[in-house]
């Protein structure tokens, strides 16, 4: 009988040894980050759909390695939670709800939250000064039927207890914690708006998918690019990140380096996973520590975002040194639910911190030619590039704008980050409108483009480079017909004498006083004495594009004044050296014969995107330009275009094509759209198949 005692004994020792040999989601954690942590994030007890807490059928989740209890609920559902965030100390969570508009907070060991007032919570960041902790939100949402939440401006106030400081006395006393508002000029999006540690910086959206870094003492902004859930390191070394479009990868930017220079840094190569989709990407309070969610696996198609699912768990990943990949990932849920929205908090005592970098917003600026437009005086619209400059600095901060012309019809961005007008045209009512509401009131203007023809032949009929739309009237129009440049006013045309137009040319037209000169490479072409142009109406909106032209804009500036020829000159000078430093693409052409195809998804399965690429893998028969020297290859091409699927999108398996192609990575345009990939083959480099199917849009420059 003993021996049967000292198995029994025997077994209970192997199997308590393998216990503690055995690493717990806590263990695992706490190794990862350093310190004690804490996790909170959100579990839908529905279908497992509602990625963007959306629905009352949630409840708020919360994890600490340090208190044995693991993943346990923090506030009881079913209601609608979004957003949570634990404050700087981590002994409590703030978040909001959607359904009443009003923002709470509870303790980590409390069992109710308080209400903190209307409103929708961003962030809660302390001031390192007097430890105040200053809670950033929103209160007015914008209903303008985006997938994703836009608001119309960023408040902040002291969150309660305030600690005791003669700083903190003397703040209250000026009344600092009453509601302060810190932007207005854009409406913004909710993820992520985070502060640097000092709290000169913060990410944020204005509004998606326009991404960027708001400098918090000038109130200046600078756009990055285009993307979503952006976030700004907690310390002040000035990473910042960008989501991109296929859900998979940050795109990491620095200060102090020019925005060219910008890497991705893989989030979806979770274990046990086969690079699916990924989601709520939010840095912690610790420089190297971030979470997502995923894998998104429901669905067709590599868009599976909307599916959910309960394979959706929360991750917590560590950044390497160099801030270029994911050192290691920890999978901290495990459950039958959907979770979403993870925040992380790290012991600050565990923090490494990378060195501050100082400066301003500027610091983060992307073109060599930084003094372009040269002249602020008068300037009412600016759209240097995708990346470029296109804000207007008005009086106050409450009166600059930024301008956004949106693409129609299968208009889209080329290499060069501008305007591609291939059958379709971009469009401004906001901006624009602004513009052509001074350019009434001074009954002057001058508009500045850089163009680029398409091909070396001339844009067949009329083409329209830019057009100022007045209640659907053309009231003033720049275009091309048969190699030259014309203007149409009242109904006019008129003729500018100019030389071959087959290269790109820098354009300037000024109006004042009944006079209109026309400026080409900085020399005046002609001179015409107009009849006074009327600018009034009740809708008015820029338009550039159309008329079914190949070719490309961009450097646009709109100024409510004339501007003299030497001011033009200087301008043609700076834009003509940044056309001179354009290089051809690389390309390489094959013969090849579609093996695997992605179907193209339902435009309303990628909202809010209304753009979206499908790849397909071909076997290549034949290297016909270039070097190629793989068996198949990776291409993906556009799929859908101003939310309508292109036609000859879907493809079939056995059809042999020629392509001509250029790497994927070399196109900078398309960093931050949709890109659905079913393919297994995934280590293959990517390329991207340029151009689209002829187009049957109506065309967007009305009649005059």
Same mark, same amino acid.
């Given at each position: ?434 513009? &052509?509401? /001074?350019?009434?009131? #001074? !009954?002057?203007?001058?508009?500045? $483009?850089?163009?680029? =023809?398409?091909? *070396? ?49 820098? &354009?300037? /037209?000024?109006?004042? #006083? !009944?006079?209109?000169?026309?400026? $080409?490479?900085?020399? =005046?072409?002609? *001179? ?51 056309? /001179? ?16 195809? *992605? ?106």
């Amino acid at each position: 009988m003993h021996r049967f005692y000292l198995l029994i004994l025997a077994l209970s020792l192997s199997a308590l040894t393998a216990s503690r040999g055995a690493t717990s989601p806590q263990q695992a954690l706490r190794e990862l980050t350093g310190g004690r942590t804490r996790v909170v994030w959100i579990q839908d007890l529905g279908d497992g759909s509602d990625y963007l807490a959306q629905r009352n059928q949630l409840r708020l989740m919360a994890f600490d390695t340090d208190d044995r209890q693991g993943e346990r609920v923090l506030v009881e559902g079913p209601r609608n939670i979004a957003k949570p965030m634990l404050t700087p100390d981590g002994n409590r969570v703030v978040f909001s709800d959607r359904q009443r508009r009003e923002m709470f907070m509870i303790g980590w060991n409390e069992s109710e939250p308080r209400s903190l007032g209307p409103g929708f919570a961003l962030h809660v960041w302390q001031d390192p000064e007097t430890s105040v902790n200053w809670l950033y939100y929103t209160k007015k949402p914008v209903d303008d039927g985006k997938v994703l939440q836009t608001h119309e401006a960023i408040y902040r106030r002291g969150l309660p207890p305030y600690p005791r400081s003669w700083k903190t006395a003397l703040q209250r006393l000026r009344g600092a914690f009453h509601e302060e508002r810190i932007w207005s000029q854009t409406h913004v999006s909710e993820d992520n708006f985070q502060l640097s540690a000092n709290g000169r910086y913060a990410s944020t959206v204005f509004p998606w998918p326009e991404a960027g870094i708001l400098d918090m003492e000038t109130g200046d902004w600078h756009r990055f690019g285009r993307g979503c859930w952006v976030s700004i390191a907690p310390d002040n070394s000035g990473y910042f990140w960008i989501f991109d479009g296929p859900h998979r990868n940050l795109i990491m930017h620095q200060a102090g380096r020019p925005v060219k220079e910008r890497w991705p840094v893989l989030v979806a190569g979770l274990p046990e996973t086969s690079d699916y989709e990924v989601y709520h990407p939010r840095w912690s309070n610790h420089p190297y520590i971030l979470a997502v969610t995923g894998p998104y696996k429901i669905g067709e198609g590599s868009h599976r975002l909307a599916g959910g699912g309960e394979e959706v768990e929360v991750h917590v990943g560590r950044l390497n040194p160099d801030y270029t990949g994911i050192e290691q990932w920890v999978k901290v849920t495990d459950n039958a639910y959907a979770n979403f929205y993870p925040d992380t908090w790290v012991d600050p005592s565990a923090h490494q911190t990378a060195p501050a970098v100082e400066g301003t917003a500027r610091d983060w600026s992307t073109s060599e030619d930084a003094a372009w437009p040269l002249s602020s005086e008068g300037l009412v619209y600016l759209w240097e590039n995708l990346d470029g400059q296109t804000e207007v600095h008005g009086r106050s901060r409450d009166e600059g704008y930024l301008c956004r012309p949106q693409p129609v019809g299968y208009a889209r961005y080329n290499r060069d980050l501008g305007m591609l007008l291939e059958q379709g045209a971009f469009l401004d009512s906001d901006a624009g409108a602004r513009a &052509l509401e /001074a350019i009434e009131q #001074s !009954g002057s203007f001058s508009i500045e $483009l850089t163009v680029y =023809p398409g091909s *070396t032949e001339p844009p067949p009929g009329e083409a329209c480079l830019a057009a100022f739309d007045l209640d659907g009237q053309t009231a003033f129009l720049l275009g091309l017909r048969s190699g030259q440049l014309f203007f149409r006013v009242h109904g006019e045309d008129h003729t500018v004498p100019t030389p071959s137009l087959h290269r790109p040319f820098h &354009l300037v /037209a000024a109006y004042g #006083s !009944g006079r209109l000169t026309v400026y $080409l490479d900085g020399e =005046p072409q002609m *001179t015409s004495l107009l009849k006074p142009v009327a600018f009034a109406g009740h809708q008015r909106r820029l338009i550039f594009g159309g008329r079914n032209w190949e070719g490309g804009i961009d450097g646009i500036a709109l100024y409510n004044r004339p501007l003299g020829p030497e001011l033009v000159m200087a301008k043609s000078t700076l834009r003509t050296r940044d056309m /001179a430093g354009r290089l051809p693409p690389d390309q390489v052409s094959v013969r090849g014969r579609l093996i695997a195809t *992605t179907a193209p998804p339902h435009p309303d399965d990628i909202a809010p995107y209304r753009r979206a690429l499908i790849s397909h893998e071909y076997e290549v028969l034949e290297v016909l330009q270039g070097v190629y020297e793989e068996p198949s290859i990776l291409v993906a091409s556009w799929a859908i275009l101003d939310a309508q699927v292109l036609e000859h999108a879907e493809r079939t398996p056995g059809e042999e094509r020629e392509l001509l192609l250029e790497r994927f990575d070399d196109r900078p345009e398309l960093e931050g759209e949709r890109l659905a990939m079913d393919t297994d083959n995934l280590l293959l480099d990517l390329y991207f198949e340029p151009g689209v199917p002829p187009s049957s849009a109506g065309d967007p420059v009305p009649e005059s």
